[in-house]
């Protein structure tokens, strides 16, 4: 089955620096990944995602990349804030629809 | 825009209550519909995806059993823990999508304690 890692697990920058939070993926059929943002106690918010006929996605600050040979997507944070720290999670999923989180990234953004 | 309903938000039980959680999709039918649980700190672990009109199918490691699914409308799942123990402690979420389009949809959680 799908097997998803997510690097790095903790990630602290200062206001208005960049985030790059990288994950793999091992099931080559893999054709749709989201990200989600998660604050605590609440539900996952997806923030962006990108389905695998396409190598890079930008919204606003938030873009990701796919490197589809070499299994890789990346989130991509520019000018962070304050209020972009929670935790972000990489996500895929294949035909089977069943969708196999990363492991998730505290992403602490310093005034 | 696709809304996933879910209840109840927090639920305090003593050990040995079953207990019972509903995932509604309110504008959209959904054939598929998935349960995940998040221990603290931890990332969201697929439990099983729900049916409609047929049984679940359980991710390896879970107790079908123990976690009692239910999908009997194109609307709503039910999650079930019987005989709940301390362990059984987290945070449970659901979630569906529209037929042939992404993303899916997460309803916002139930927190379960047991004591």
């Known amino acids: 089955g799908e097997n998803v890692e997510q690097h790095p697990s903790t990630l602290s920058v200062q206001e208005g620096d960049s985030a790059v939070i990288k994950c793999t993926y091992s099931?080559?059929?893999?054709?749709?990944f989201p990200w989600y943002k998660q604050e605590l106690g609440k539900r996952p918010q997806l923030i962006i995602d990108i389905r695998s006929n396409v190598g890079e996605k930008k919204d606003q600050r938030i873009a990701v990349t796919l490197n589809k040979t070499a299994k890789h997507f990346s989130l991509h944070i520019t000018e962070t804030q304050p209020e972009d720290s929670a935790v972000y999670f990489c996500?895929?999923?294949?035909?089977?629809?069943?969708?196999?989180f990363g492991t998730g990234t505290r992403l602490q953004v310093f005034p | 825009g696709a809304v996933v309903s879910q209840h109840p938000s927090w639920v305090i039980c003593k050990s040995g209550t079953s207990v019972k959680i509903e995932c509604r999709s309110l504008?959209?039918?959904?054939?598929?519909m998935f349960w995940y649980r998040q221990f603290p700190k931890q990332s969201l672990m697929l439990m099983a995806t729900?049916?409609?009109?047929?049984?679940?199918?359980?991710e390896q490691g879970v107790e079908k059993d123990k976690f009692l699914i239910n999908h009997a409308s194109l609307t709503l799942s039910t999650l079930t823990v019987t005989s709940a123990h301390p362990e059984d402690s987290s945070f449970y979420i659901c979630?569906?999508?529209?037929?042939?389009?992404?993303?899916?949809?997460f309803g916002d959680g139930t927190r379960l304690s047991i004591l």
């Open positions: 979630s569906a999508r529209e037929p042939g389009r992404q993303p899916q949809h």
């Open positions: 099931d080559s059929a893999s054709n749709y």
């Open positions: 504008d959209f039918q959904a054939t598929t």
């Open positions: 996500a895929a999923t294949s035909g089977t629809d069943k969708l196999i």
């Open positions: 729900s049916n409609e009109g047929s049984k679940a199918t359980y």
